[in-house]
């Protein structure tokens, strides 16, 4: 190709720069701080010879002006990796050949595709590292991306989406310990927005106490009422700067009154550290999910201060340590793998892997998933749709032996029969089943519930089953209609419903059985 004229719009002169979201660095140093999330570390690009040097780091430059933190970080990383590979100090057809060489594996393909993605911005922008010859051999390769969906289409216990026992056991579990106080208003409503929303670590850790907030614009089942979770979008081409744009996310109720007594406490915690009483502006700005000890130690005395850094994103949470505290949170569950009977592996994206996974099994299009993930395409939203003929295939596998073994269903405690159960709770009532004119065991609290007994005892941590009770009558009566459901040409997802209480009977049938023959 012939190399046309180009216009630099950085000037070499200049040493410092602002980054994508709004952070200064100078190019003479040794690490660049980008955003909350990122700190790069340049010092490799002095391998190459110094004109070479030169162009790189003026195209980091421009990397870090108009791209998020964690691309540019990838251009400094493969721009790095290119001379720990090749030893070559300037861009050769001989060093990049080398290179291709190096990563000529199928899966490694987008490592060649993010070099030559730097490449071309370093030539475009008119630098002369990279001549006619070198940008015609990457021109001409055809390189896939980065695999999609992995994860999601392998189904992987490990990094792809929770199972739906898992994910129903997160949810179950997450409400019951924090009505017993194992674990705090913070955790809960941090597992239950991840849960809800499928959204990115940077974008919940963006989220502020006034985007939750009661809106008119929408009219679901006769409600006109609905709780918002306005959230900072991600990855928005064109877009710069912290909370730049938004989507709105519709919370449920239960959800709702986590969250505001989540907000309540931090606006009593840190109203009584400060000694003072907080605003409702100041209240509005602070970070949905906080470092405590950061927000303390600002300067509260200095008003004008205060007002001027509550509004930007130096006061909330860099997503790993927000990842970590969710990581801690569910960790806290006891929530065990489906597979190997472990405890969970967590990640936040595990979240989102699940939400579009559910959304695939009521039958969303990729339209939908990619509305619902808050993706800008469709291309990420085809790995759920696909992955649904596993899903069908792991929903029929409810009897399957190890999953019962692991399911971590059934949390209570079988008992001998109802006076035991009476001589640990006092008048502990007696649950029965209508349907099958029995009676299954006895309720571990006196407190009211209008769960609807006994399928939803089974899954309750205060059931105690009594150990001779025809616990197969409930299996078998669940079986049926999770069957009829299937045979009436419902959706896999309200077959399903039940599946988790399935396996919760079956536990307590193995319980009973290893209580009465030990």
Known sequence: MNKSTRNDSLN??????????????NIDDQKWVLDINKTIDISRIRNYEFSVQSDVIMTL???????????????????????????????????LLNYKNFYSAKKDEYKVAMLRVFLKKLY????????????????????????????????????????????????????????????SYYEAALIRVFCATGRRPIQIAGLKVKDLY??????????????????????????????????????RESIVQILFEHTRILKQKLSKEIKRELSEQEFAELPLFYDFEKLVNLDWENRHE????????????????????LKDAVRKLGVRSRETGDPIFVNAYRFRYTLGTNAARQKAGVNVIAKLLDHHDTQNAHCYVQSVPEIAQQLSSIMDDSLRKYA???????????????????????????????????????????DYA???????????PWANAPHYLVLEQLIKERDDLI?????????????RTIIAVQQVMDACKEFNHG
Not at 12 to 25: A, C, D, L, R
Not at 243 to 251: C, D, K, L, M, T
Not at 306 to 321: A, F, R
Not at 489 to 494: A, M, T
């Open 487 to 499: 045979a009436m040409g419902c959706s896999l997802e309200v077959a399903a419903v039940n599946d």
């Open 214 to 251: 009661v809106s008119d614009k929408y009219n679901f089942n006769d409600t006109n009422a609905v709780h918002i979770l306005n959230i900072p979008r991600a990855k928005v081409r064109g877009a710069s700067g912290f909370r730049f744009a938004f989507s709105e996310v519709g919370i």
């Open 306 to 325: 205060i007002s001027e850094i509550l509004p930007k994103e130096i006061i909330h949470l860099p997503t790993v340590q927000l990842t970590q505290k």
């Open 12 to 25: 070499k002169w200049q040493n410092t720069f602002t980054s994508f979201k709004g952070y200064e660095f």
């Open 454 to 464: 006994p399928i939803a005892c089974y899954l309750c941590s205060k059931f105690m």
């Open 61 to 95: 430059v421009h990397f870090a002006k108009y791209s998020s933190s964690s691309h540019t970080a990838n251009m400094c990383e493969y721009i790095g990796k290119y001379f720990d590979i090749t030893e070559e100090n300037h861009f050769s057809i001989k060093g």
């Open 124 to 183: 475009d922008l008119g630098y002369s590292s990279v001549d006619d010859e070198v940008y015609d051999l990457m021109d001409s390769w055809r390189l896939s991306g980065n695999e999609k969906g992995a994860a999601v289409l392998s189904l992987d216990p490990d990094e792809g989406p929770f199972s739906p026992f898992e994910f129903q056991t997160i949810i179950t579990r997450t409400n019951e310990y924090l009505a017993e106080n194992k674990i």
């Open 408 to 450: 971590d269903a059934f949390q209570g405690k079988v008992v001998r029969d109802e006076i035991e159960a009476q001589s640990q709770i006092k008048d502990a009532n007696r649950i029965s089943s209508v349907e099958q004119d029995c009676d299954v065991g006895s309720c571990g609290t006196n407190q009211y519930c209008n």
